[in-house]
């Protein structure tokens, strides 16, 4: 018996069978595990076979079928129909589509199904025939099952790569812990700080590639665009220089494809697992105002890369790959490093070991919430005699969205920040949401059974005994509590993220279990609860002034110590999690799950008004946090929290509340901040740093500010033969001028400093102003040129 941990899977078709084959890690290194004679499966209506199997029959398809306990969400019965190899089960399908002949979970792959339907989630137990082969032990005729507590022992190599602007290779640089190594094109020179293999040419640099993997032999390959960038053009350039790119286990070669869906593509390196930083770092809910490698390192390490200008970037590349091939090796492994660093720093390897354990899902499936509420729901599904519903395509039905209070505009005192612990999955537990608890409690009759359903809006209801979601995240809520205590925080992060996204699947009509009574019935039932929660504090003697999904935002109503606010808190939400806990025993004879936190006291709190109008606004405010000797403004959807407003109008607006806060006159520093612009002091914060969402050429009735100066930019690009850097997206930093806007690396005419204080400094300005009696144009009056 061999414990180990899945790295990849892949079905595939050989002869008048399909086989799956497993890369696992063991104790004692890499295993192919081979399961053969594996069966292609779907569902039908039972009485549509006699239809199915004539169909078949004419193409000279062969299955075979078996009569099943199990019936649709619409309580039909079901056959399955079984098929030897994936290309006859694809076939078929495609006919059964063409006939309009409806099926169910044709979409699930062979490979993941044998796997959800065991139970296995990353760690696996397997026994079988052993061989060992070079490198590696294969096991065939393989029996699997699930089994817990297996830690893998990942080896990662960081890979990154060199090249023309025509992607003629110039290097490839490789960081692990048992190698670190440059892989050059060109003559040998000494280097005594790093190591490198030079080599005579391309084909040469390739093929030593594939020696090393051979030889050091990883299971991660990380990079930063590893997969759209790196892999894909090394595969590329080995296809053109007639090598056989086999850094695959077992000598199997890479393949990467693309679909519309995802313009970086796909990777299969058998046995290898491919994981894009950027990727990785999303999955795990990271964000960053830019995810260039430059910008994400020295955020998270405080360190960047050897050349930070991407204009100058590919001139100084070639320049050094012909003149300095040192500095070179130098800038290509140090970008190595810098990936290596943060996958070290965020745990992000450790973060998908973790999920991959919890759902099942492959350690290089990003994203994927619907797969993985479909590998945890599936297996369960079936075992209380149900298959899976198909995707709503069309004509569904929205869901409400989360609870946002209309707010109490104004600058406040001693604001407490009441929040509900998960609030949509504790709704999900206490109300027993669920898939299949929807279709057993719609067959429960209220009036005669009145015990047996839970009522949720929308005219759902929900059986009271069989579920399985609600289980589901107790067992989740159940190991994150455990994780937290263990201060195990890559677990806890990968179970907060799976419980969090389970409502999101249910309201996405991606997903196969979407119905709008089960997102309705969650939302809505928060929107009950916030309602509720909002009488409960205000019948305390204090004022609700702004409420939002799960957070509440209580004024105190004077200025409160830390101790007092402490006490205030503590107080009301435990006299609120008591009413609810007796609410639901006996209004639903349920138990209840909610549990309110008090989360912060802000000393001071400012909550703004929409521009230009009396109303609060929403989801926008600024509180300062006093700890002891810490002081710290949070602010939330204002300037100083948004990439794509300037340093100058992050300082100006950091710095006014700061003095507002205080109590202090902002009048000098206001008029100061202007004097300034105006001399040219703030030149270096002027800088709009935007994001283009689409391709260039696409935009064409409004240009805005940004289009103008990455046009502007690859106009000049062009004329110095430069590649251009903004025709498909990209980040462009540009400056007002006087004639418009204009590329920071091609600046040519006078800034204007008007527009930056119209449009940077006064709307900040005016925002807060009127709170304290002032208003910005006073102010600035002489400046402005009104008297």
Not at 39 to 57: K, N, R, W
Not at 70 to 78: G, M, Y
Not at 267 to 285: E, F, H, Q, Y
Not at 303 to 320: F, L, S, V
């Amino acid at each position: 018996m061999r414990r180990g941990f899945i790295l990849t899977r892949q079905a595939r078709d050989i002869g008048t069978t399909s086989q799956i084959d497993l890369w696992i890690t063991t104790a004692t290194g890499p295993a192919l595990v081979q399961v053969t004679d594996q069966e292609s499966v779907f569902f039908i209506h039972t009485s549509l076979q006699t239809d199915v199997e004539a169909l078949a029959a004419t193409h000279n398809i062969r299955c075979r079928f078996r009569a099943l306990t199990l019936e649709t969400f619409a309580l039909e019965t079901v056959t399955a129909c079984y098929l030897s190899t994936q290309k006859e089960a694809r076939h078929l399908e495609q006919l059964l589509n063409q006939a309009q002949i409806p099926l169910f979970e044709a979409d699930i792959r062979l490979a993941d199904r044998y796997l959800m339907e065991r139970f296995i989630q990353g760690q696996i137990e397997v026994e079988g025939n052993e061989t060992q082969v070079n490198g590696y032990l294969k096991i065939t005729q393989a029996q699997c099952r699930a089994c817990d507590g297996y830690l893998p022992h990942l080896n990662m190599v960081s890979l990154d790569i060199e090249c023309s602007a025509q992607g003629i290779l110039y290097s490839v640089g490789l960081d692990c812990p048992t190698d670190q190594r440059v892989i050059m094109i060109g003559k040998a020179q000494p280097s005594p700080s790093l190591n490198i293999e030079w080599v005579t040419d391309e084909k040469a640099l390739l093929q030593s590639l594939v020696n090393w993997f051979d030889q050091f032999d990883p299971d991660i390959i990380i990079g930063w665009n590893v997969i759209g960038f790196d892999m894909r053009l090394l595969l590329e350039r080995a296809k053109e220089q007639g090598v056989r790119f086999s850094i695959g286990r077992g000598q199997q070669q890479g393949r990467y494809w693309q679909t519309a869906q995802n313009q970086n593509g796909f990777i299969n390196i058998p046995g290898r697992v491919v994981i894009d930083g950027i990727d990785g770092l999303k999955s795990a809910t990271y964000s960053f105002d830019s995810w260039s490698l430059e910008n994400v390192s020295r955020e998270l390490l405080q360190q960047g890369k050897a050349i930070r200008n991407p204009t100058d970037r590919m001139d100084e590349i070639n320049h050094m790959f012909h003149h300095d091939k040192l500095a070179l090796a130098k800038y290509n492994f140090q970008d190595c490093v810098l990936v290596t660093r943060i996958f070290e720093h965020t745990h992000l390897l450790d973060y998908l070991i973790e999920r991959a354990k919890l759902t099942g899902l492959s350690l290089d499936r990003l994203g994927g919430s619907v797969a993985a509420f479909s590998n945890l729901y599936l297996p369960r599904l079936h075992r209380s005699g149900y298959v899976a519903p198909n995707l709503v395509s069309e004509n569904w039905i929205a869901s409400p969205g989360g609870f946002v209070m209309d707010s109490q505009p104004g600058l406040y005192d001693s604001v407490l920040v009441l929040d509900f612990k998960s609030l949509y999955p504790a709704i999900i537990r206490s109300f027993l949401i669920d898939p299949m608890g929807l279709i057993e409690g719609l067959k429960v009759e209220i009036g005669n059974n009145d015990n047996q359903a839970v009522p949720g809006f929308r005219k759902a209801q929900f059986h009271r005994y069989k579920h399985h979601l609600p289980q589901l995240i107790e067992q989740l809520w159940q190991a994150r509590d455990r994780a937290k205590q263990k201060n195990d925080v890559a677990f806890s992060t990968a179970i907060k993220i799976i419980m969090n996204s389970f409502y999101g699947v249910l309201g996405s009509s991606g997903c196969r279990f979407f119905d709008t009574r089960l997102a309705s019935s969650i939302t809505l039932r928060g929107h009950e609860i916030m309602k509720t929660t909002r009488k409960l504090i205000e019948d305390q003697g204090y004022e609700v002034i702004y409420g939002d999904t799960d957070s509440t935002f209580v004024s105190l109503k004077d200025s409160c110590s830390k101790q007092q606010a402490d006490q205030i808190g503590n107080a009301l939400v435990t006299h609120i999690n008591l009413w609810w806990k007796e609410h639901l025993r006996q209004e639903y004879n349920l138990k209840s799950q909610l549990e309110l936190e008090y989360e912060t006291h802000f000393n001071r709190f400012f909550m703004p008004t929409i521009r230009g109008s009396e109303t609060g606004s929403k989801k926008r405010y600024a509180g300062l946090i006093i700890r002891d000797d810490d002081r710290r403004i949070i602010f939330k959807g204002l300037e100083s929290a948004r990439s794509d407003w300037t340093a100058l109008a992050q300082q100006f607006q950091l710095q006014l509340y700061t003095l507002i806060f205080d109590d202090k006159d902002p009048t000098e520093y206001v008029m100061q901040t202007v004097e300034a612009i105006e001399s040219g002091h703030f030149d270096d914060k002027l800088v709009y740093r935007k994001r283009l969402r689409r391709r260039l050429h696409e935009y064409q009735k409004n240009i805005p500010p940004q289009v103008r100066a990455a046009r502007l930019a690859d106009e000049i690009n062009h004329k110095l033969g430069r590649p251009l850097q903004y025709q498909n997206r990209g980040r462009i930093a540009y400056v007002m001028t006087l004639q418009g806007p204009e590329p920071l690396d091609y600046l040519k005419h006078p800034i204007d400093y008007q527009h930056y204080i119209d449009k940077q400094i006064k709307p900040v300005a005016d925002a807060i102003l009127p709170f304290v009696g002032l208003k910005f144009d006073d102010i600035n009056a002489p400046q402005l040129g009104l008297f």
